[in-house]
């Protein structure tokens, strides 16, 4: 028997009975759902009584609330459960009714959680479907949900990111600080568009408020309230849609090809990796221990800005190649969870990896699995030839590291630094045995940096940076012209002290 079939007639005296009160007054419930909600043999226990159908049905027959279970859960979650508790505990010894607001089929956790303590206790359910808040909201606002695609979100579980596709329903905005929030997000990301917040659907003081966003009331939070809004998407299918638009009408973007690009990409990529030098060292770790400094609020919204600059690549590519039907951005986003998934065994899977280290060993030895390499090739092939010199050289010894071919320890590292700088003073009267010695000096360094776990291109970039500042901290002092060596050493010194 298919246990979300209309009810008929009064409801057998099964142990279990899960029905809706629909969106507002007892009037609109089936006549079959209320001959079975008022049946005296029955015990009524209600999710919340704080509604219209739940407050007359109160009036003419004893019932059972759990909004006492609001009041004392940690979370929703944590109130869900304590609700199926005590709906299957009371279902032990007489016949239940739980009844919910719209119906229990939309937006009810704690009847999925019913339904799944039941069937462990081998108890029989049956779940009668009724009108919900959704089909009130579509009458009030005169929409067809299918034109355009009608989107539905539980504000308790937004998604993150956030990002709007069209018309989008918003349930369960019950607190004016939850309606505020959304409403600042959406003046944000979609130019404070008009909405209409949805108040108490269905019953006598129902409401339709039209604003905009930025002007919305939030007393008018409650549970009872939602939120439409029509808006074109914003976030990452907002910048798809955008780069489309572009591929078409945009003379300069439409003669652009993936050969063209690489250059833009390049730089920009470039750009990104200045503005993340900027920021601390341990900016971001979540290791255990891990102290983070005080956010440098300016410095992350370069990163952010930047950031954007390389999507916008990313995305002019992928645009590309949809325009030919190879491939488009959901086809790069899918294949990288895919990889993502394959490789973080331990966190997918049941492998064991407590260490950067090993989830280091086991990505690479996935890694070998996908694109096994022929047996003559070198462990060093695919290393970029146009990748910058010391990011190339610490791969390559990164490459050489996986067989063993390194130290085990820093001493020795800085021991070959030393060594390589004395050959190199040993050769500086030779150009071309000092171009080869200042190069080997130059991987040893890159090396050290390696087993420091420090990055050699962002430790460069950090020193070109503090003497940029230093030299014009120098130059703020008045003219360089004239200085004797001692004068500029003293204003260096200066500027360090400074810094």
Not at 315 to 332: G, M, Y
Not at 475 to 491: A, K, M, N, S, Y
Request: net charge negative; glycine share 6%.
């Amino acid at each position: 028997m298919d246990d979300r079939t209309q009810a008929t007639g009064p409801a057998s005296l099964l142990s279990l009975v899960v029905m809706g009160l629909g969106p507002g007054g007892l009037d609109r419930v089936p006549p079959s759902a209320l001959a079975t909600l008022s049946d005296p043999s029955r015990r009524v226990i209600l999710r919340t009584t704080e509604h219209p159908a739940a407050r007359e049905l109160a009036r003419i027959r004893p019932v059972t609330g759990c909004d006492d279970l609001y009041l004392e859960g940690d979370d929703f979650e944590s109130v869900y459960r304590a609700i199926a508790s005590r709906v299957v505990e009371a279902a032990r010894s007489q016949p239940v009714v739980y009844a919910t607001p719209g119906s229990p089929l939309v937006g009810e956790r704690a009847v999925a959680m019913i339904r799944s303590l039941a069937a462990r206790e081998g108890m029989e359910v049956r779940v009668y479907p009724a009108e919900s808040f959704l089909e009130a909201a579509i009458e009030a606002l005169a929409i067809d949900p299918l034109d355009g695609g009608l989107t539905l979100l539980n504000a308790h579980r937004l998604p993150s990111p956030l990002s709007l596709r069209g018309p989008t329903l918003v349930a369960a905005l019950d607190t004016a600080a939850g309606l505020a929030d959304f409403c600042a997000h959406l003046t944000l990301a979609a130019d404070d568009p008009e909405v209409a917040v949805l108040v108490d659907l269905g019953g006598p003081g129902q409401q339709v408020v039209r604003s905009r966003a930025a002007q919305v009331d939030p007393t008018l939070a409650g549970p009872r309230t939602s939120l439409y809004v029509d808006t074109g998407p914003t976030g990452l299918a907002g910048a798809v849609a955008v780069m489309d638009r572009l591929r078409a009408e945009c003379p300069w973007d439409r003669r652009q090809t993936h050969h063209s690009l690489v250059k833009n990409l390049l730089e920009e990529t470039y750009e990104l990796a200045e503005v993340l030098a900027a920021l601390p060292l341990d900016a971001g770790r979540q290791d255990a221990g891990a102290s983070q400094p005080e956010p440098d609020w300016m410095a992350f919204e370069e990163v952010c800005e930047e950031l954007g600059d390389v999507l916008l690549q990313v995305l002019f590519h992928a645009a590309i190649a949809r325009e030919s039907q190879i491939f488009d951005i959901e086809d790069v986003a899918e294949g990288l969870r895919q990889k993502l998934v394959r490789r973080h065994p331990h966190v997918f899977s049941d492998v064991a990896a407590d260490t950067a280290e090993q989830v280091k060993a086991n990505w690479e030895q996935i890694k070998r699995q996908e694109k096994p390499r022929p047996e003559d090739a070198s462990l060093l092939d695919g290393v970029p030839r146009s990748m910058p010199a010391l990011s190339r050289a610490a791969k390559i010894q990164r490459r050489a590291a996986q067989v063993g071919f390194d130290w085990s320890e820093i001493p020795p590292v800085v021991d070959k630094v030393a060594e390589e700088l004395e050959e190199l003073r040993a050769s500086l009267s030779d150009r071309e045995s000092a171009d080869a010695e200042l190069g080997d000096l130059l991987f040893a360094t890159v090396n050290l940096a390696r087993h420091l776990a420090l990055d050699p291109e962002t430790a460069l970039r950090r020193a070109i940076a503090r003497f940029g500042d230093r030299f014009r901290k120098m130059e703020g002092e008045g003219p360089l012209d004239g200085l004797t060596v001692d004068q500029l050493e003293e204003r260096w010194e200066r500027a360090k002290l400074e810094q």
